[in-house]
């Protein structure tokens, strides 16, 4: 079944204590992205990848960084996270990004 | 900066209805718009892609209109049920170079009652 794994699905955790949100994917698709979501401001796009080792900036990318070692992950890290990164986090994927991209079923992070 | 404006943020309507929703934009310099549904606790749906050369894409009881000119979108949802009830997403691409870029409008929550 084609998808879009994020892992985990649910997280609470302590200011400036370093986490990893994972994204897989089993489609061959070049292109993926996170995007976080907030009540009143919606779906904003943090940073995407075009391919291995090609990543760029979103609207939002300040307090995250990425990294496309293969083709078929793309975690997102949260080097020293603070409460304004408290969001729900979606990944998501398509072939070069130009097609209708596939969803995970997004990460709900709590930093308190 | 490209701005993204749904409306309205919340519409109910009874079964078997007929409805549009509306997504405005500012920048007409866009790859394509899509659609999408989402539902409580879950990612997003992809309805329907528009690209920026075409004027409407239709999927069963789905169509979608694009007129770049006005910066206006629709998606109109024909004999609605109850299983409609969802949020709706607009958003637009910007494909330029090497960059990909997607904005999201706010959303519009359907309700569809029985």
């Known amino acids: 079944e084609a998808q879009v794994t994020q892992n985990p699905r649910y997280l609470i955790t302590v200011t400036g204590k370093k986490l990893t949100v994972t994204c897989s994917q089993n489609m061959n698709h070049e292109y993926m992205s996170w995007y976080r979501q907030d009540p009143g401001l919606g779906l904003r796009q943090i940073y995407y990848?075009?391919?291995?080792?090609?990543?760029d900036k979103g609207d939002v990318p300040e307090g995250y960084k990425v990294s496309r070692k293969e083709k078929r992950n793309f975690p997102l890290i949260l080097e020293s996270p603070s409460p304004n990164q408290t969001s729900l986090y979606f990944c998501?994927?398509?072939?070069?990004?130009?097609?209708?991209?596939?969803f995970g079923d997004g990460t709900r992070l709590s930093i308190l | 900066k490209q701005e993204v404006t749904q409306i309205p943020a919340a519409l109910s309507v009874p079964e078997g209805e007929n409805l549009v929703l509306n997504c405005s934009f500012t920048?007409?310099?866009?790859?394509?718009l899509q659609w999408f549904r989402q539902d409580p606790g879950k990612g997003l749906t992809s309805l329907l892609l528009i690209q920026s050369s075409q004027r409407e894409q239709t999927s069963g009881r789905l169509n979608a209109s694009l007129d770049k000119s006005s910066g206006r979108s629709t998606l109109y949802i024909a004999a609605s049920q109850p299983g409609d009830s969802a949020t709706y997403l607009c958003?637009?691409?910007?494909?330029?170079?090497?960059?990909?870029?997607?904005?999201f409008g706010s959303g519009t929550q359907l309700t569809v009652l029985p």
């Open positions: 958003a637009l691409l910007i494909s330029s170079g090497s960059a990909r870029q997607l904005t």
């Open positions: 920048d007409s310099a866009i790859y394509n």
């Open positions: 998501a994927s398509s072939f070069t990004g130009r097609q209708p991209q596939h």
């Open positions: 990848s075009m391919n291995v080792e090609v990543t």
